[in-house]
C-alpha cells in the first residue's frame, strides 16, 4: 500500500514541549512509521502521496475530553431530556460528530450520554460507515438525589429516557455499571455533586466516600475508566481517594484535593470554556443572565482559577474539555477555547497548553497509548496549520488557519453541513422571555393609561 510523506517547517510532536524543524511524517496503513528530519527521511516509492506543508506547523490531532453527543446544542435541560427520543439523538450526534472532527477534534471523549448513543455512533465510524473522531464512549450519568442530573422534581420521577441513571442504593449503582459495562462503554461518569449547599456555602457530595469507592472499584474491575463531574471539595476529595481517572471542574477544591489527586493519578479538566462562554457570550434577557447564573459562572472561574494554578505548579496533569453540546457551547466552534484558558487563566504556556490537549487527553481513550503524540507506531492523527499555535494559542479557533486535518493518514473533509436549530435541537416551546405586567409593558413604552 502506498505511503504518505509530508514535510513540514515545523513540528510539535507532544513527546515533548520543544518544536523541531524541518520535519518528516511518514504514514502506511495510518501509522507513523518515520518522524524525523526531512533530510533524513526515506525516499518515497512510486506511488506514494506527497504532501508539501514546507512552510506549515503540524501538530497532534486535538482531544477534547468532554463533549456531549447526546446534547444537540441545548437551550435547556428540558431541550436535553424531553423532546428527542434516543434514536434521534444517535443520528443528530453522528451528524455532529462531524462537525467535530473538521474542527481538528481527532479523539473525543463524550462523558454521560443517552443510552448507547455514543456507543452506536463510536462503533459505526469504526466500522468505517461514517467520518468521525476516535470516540472513547459512556452511556446515562450515573446519578443521586440532589446531585447534578437531578432535575425533576421528585413527583415526576426519573423517566427512563432521560440522560442519567437514578440511583439510590449501592445495589443499582452497582448494576447500572454492570449493564454499562455489559453494552460496551470506555468510560463511566459519576454526577458527584450538583448544587445541594449546607448553610456555610459548601457544595454537599451527593455519594459518600465509601460508596464512589465502591462504584470505581467496581468499574475498574470491568476494564470501564471513570470520569466525575465534581464542583465541591467534597466531591474532588472523594473521587481521588477513590481512584478516579478522569475529574471535571474542581473549581471549589482545596489543596487537600490537590495532594489526593496527585496520590490517584487523576487527570483534571477543568472544562472552562462552558462558564467563560456564558459570561462572555449572553445577551442580557437571557436567563442565564436574569436568573444570576452568568453572575455565577464568572465567581466560579475566579475562585477556581486559583486553585487549578496551585494544581498545575503541584503537577496535577491537565487534559482540555470544551462542555460541546449547549447552545453556548456548539459543535465544531470552541473546542480549542479550552487551551486559550488553560493559557490566559492559568498560566500554561502555549507548549504545555498543546500538550495538554493532546498527550493528556489521549490517556482518557481506549487505545490511548497509540494517541496524542506524533512518533513511530503511534496514529497518524494531525493537524496542519498555516501559522504557530506556539505564538498565537488562538489560532486553533480559527478556522481559516487550517489547512488540513488527517485522521489515520487520511485527509479529513473541512466542509460542514449546515443546520435548521429549530429542527434539530431547539425544540423548547418557550413562547416569552418577560412578564407583561402594565407596569412592565408601560416600562417598555407599549402601553399608557
Sequence with gaps: MSALHLH???LFDSTSLTPRTQQTLIAENGVLTYVGPTAQAPTPQPGDTLVDASE???MPGLVDVHTHLAFGNAQSEEDIDLWTSDEFRALRGMF???????????????PGDSGQLSISVRNAINAGLFDGPRVAASSRVITNRQSLNDWFPSRVGAPEFFTARLV??????IAEIRTQAKDGVDLIKIA?????RRPDGSIIAAFTADETKEMVEEAHRLGCKVATHAYGREAVLYAAKAGVDLVFHAFYMDDDCIEALLDAGSILAPTMTFPQNTVDFCQPHDPAVTTGYAGYCARTLEVGSAVLRRAKAAGV?????SDSGFAVTPYGEWHARELELLV???GFTPAEALYAATNVGARCMPKGDTLGSLAVGKQADFLVLDSSPLDDIRVLQDRSRFKAVYKAGQPVNLSRSPYNPKQVSDFNSLKWTDLYTRDRVAQLGKWTV
Design 8 to 10: 513540514c517547517k515545523m
Design 56 to 58: 506549515h506547523f503540524v
Design 96 to 110: 455532529f460528530a462531524q462537525h467535530v472532527l473538521a474542527a481538528g477534534v481527532t479523539s473525543m471523549v463524550c
Design 168 to 173: 439510590t442504593s449501592r445495589s443499582e449503582a
Design 192 to 196: 458527584m455533586d450538583g448544587t445541594h
Design 317 to 321: 496533569p491537565f487534559a482540555c474539555g
Design 344 to 346: 490566559k487563566r492559568i
